[in-house]
């Protein structure tokens, strides 16, 4: 009876994970390059358990965490937005960023913004890197134009007859094949030891577009309700065991009178 149990409770807390995860894409089905977060099925394990009564081994399964976090790479909406520091990757690829805790890490966002110190910064508030991993700071500026390959050319406010000037390189890779990424507990997209790879500069950047999230609603709602009606049938599984329970302790209570 209790293998019942055990493996009702099991499936409900692979549910809860299913359903942590579709709140988190729903909540970041606005953000710019967001990248949906996937289901992880996990791995087996088996407990051998020893009977109270005739020391005999049995075998309980559990379902458990034992992967990191995965995503999609499918590619968001692409939007001319025509705003000059609003940027996207055509196709495959990262940005670096530095968050404002934690070690550096790759993203597709680009609402980028200059802050009061004139810190390149993207809409979540992390800086965004140059090929030397250092966060790009920019002067004030009249004008400004990234190219293709993310060099960043201004034109300095104190010289509104000069010539644009280089004043950083948006620093982006296309991680080679067989190179595995995943999410961190912060979130953030890293390779599986932490590190980035190196910046080679093989994506194309677009100017004044922006991507959106990868995040396909209704898909997300569908597979809510489908996760709920699994997590009903799991408790209809824990209730209809403590019935059965229940009713073999009836037959084995000793005739009243």
Do not use: C, H, W
């Amino acid at each position: 009876m209790d293998r019942l149990i055990y493996t009702a409770l099991n499936a409900i807390s692979v549910n809860r994970d299913t359903q942590v995860n579709q709140a988190q894409n729903l909540a970041n089905q606005n953000v710019p390059g967001f990248r949906r977060d996937l289901t992880n099925n996990g791995a087996t394990k088996f407990l051998q358990t020893l009977g109270e009564i005739d020391n005999s081994l049995g075998t309980r399964a559990f379902q458990i965490e034992s992967d990191v976090g995965q995503f999609s790479n499918q590619l968001g909406d692409m939007r001319r937005t025509d705003t000059e520091l609003d940027v996207a990757i055509a196709d495959k690829g990262y940005f670096f960023i530095q968050p404002e805790a934690g070690d550096p890490a790759l993203s597709r966002r680009g609402d980028l913004r200059r802050d009061a110190d004139g810190v390149l910064k993207n809409g979540a508030g992390d800086a965004m890197l140059d090929q030397n991993l250092a966060p790009i700071t920019l002067p004030a500026y009249r004008s400004i134009r990234i190219t293709d390959i993310g060099e960043i050319y201004i034109q300095p406010a104190d010289e509104p007859g000069g010539e644009a000037v280089l004043a950083g390189i948006l620093a982006t890779v296309i991680p080679a094949d067989g190179v595995a990424l995943t999410k961190g507990q912060d979130g953030e997209i890293r390779q599986a030891d932490g590190t980035v790879p190196p910046a080679d500069q093989r994506a194309q950047v677009l100017q004044g577009v922006l991507e959106g999230s990868n995040v396909n609603t209704v898909e997300e709602m569908l597979s809510s309700m489908q996760v709920q009606r699994e997590f009903e049938m799991g408790m209809r599984m824990i209730l209809a065991a403590r019935d059965l329970d229940e009713s073999g302790a009836r037959m084995m209570q000793a005739p009243e009178g």
